[in-house]
């Protein structure tokens, strides 16, 4: 699984860190980065990147395919 956080759609809100505090956290702009990708299991990491306000948060498989946001 990779975790990718979109820095322009971040808004610093602090939801994923804590949601998924080992896996992420705000760094000195106030934007969220992936601190350590499997600091948190897979559902953890999954509920933060839904819990996202704006989509800010991309996982993908081990083979590069995008889970989320889920693609229409
Ligand atoms: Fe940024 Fe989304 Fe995390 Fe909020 S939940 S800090 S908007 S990545």
Redesign the pocket.
């Known amino acids: 699984m990779k975790i990718e956080?979109?820095r322009e759609?971040?808004?610093?809100?602090?939801?994923?860190?804590?949601?998924a505090p080992e896996t992420?956290e705000?760094d000195s702009e106030?934007?969220?980065v992936v601190k350590i990708p499997q600091g948190n299991d897979e559902e953890t990491i999954m509920d933060?990147?839904k819990?996202?306000?704006?989509?800010?948060?991309i996982i993908k498989d081990d083979n590069g395919n995008q889970i989320w946001p889920e693609k229409q």
Request: net charge neutral; with cysteine; proline share 4%.
């Open positions: 956080v979109d759609l971040c808004i610093g809100c602090g939801t994923c860190v804590s949601i992420f705000l106030g934007k969220s933060a990147a819990s996202c306000p704006t989509g800010a948060i």
